[in-house]
Nanobody, 124 residues
Framework: QVQLVESGGGSVQAGGSLRLSCAAS????????MGWFRQAPGKEREGVAA??????YYADSVKGRFTISQDNAKNTVYLQMNSLKPEDTAMYYC???????????????????WGQGTQVTVSS
């Protein structure tokens, strides 16, 4: 059974950095389709970064500030977040899919596995 466990969230001031980790278990190798999503109170869950068969994708709102990467030896996906803004405040979730069409990379309904989330709070 695939399990995803996020860590690394916390509270930082605007302009600061955090690195989120997502440890995957139950895979013989980490999925080719991994994503980071976030959800702020009262808002829909939105995708911020994804790895799709080795290629990386970013939402416009985080492009140039966030970096997604993976360590296959550790079955872990990371989200390095720099130049954080108050509007980045949200619960961040790691997600994985067994199969995914590129057109669905930002669609949370197409990801089968989810972590429990880690809170990121950015103060001004």
């Amino acid at each position: 059974q695939v399990q995803l466990v996020e860590s690394g969230g916390g509270s930082v001031q605007a302009g600061g950095s955090l690195r989120l980790s997502c440890a995957a278990s139950g895979y013989t190798s980490i999925s080719n389709y991994m994503g980071w999503f976030r959800q702020a109170p009262g808002k829909e869950r939105e995708g911020v970064a994804a790895i799709y068969t080795g290629s990386t994708y970013y939402a416009d709102s985080v492009k140039g500030r966030f970096t997604i990467s993976q360590d296959n030896a550790k079955n872990t996906v990371y989200l390095q977040m720099n130049s954080l803004k108050p509007e980045d405040t949200a619960m961040y979730y790691c997600a994985a899919a067994d199969a995914l069409w590129i057109g669905y990379v930002w669609n949370p309904e197409k990801y089968k596995y989810w972590g429990q989330g880690t809170q990121v709070t950015v103060s001004s």
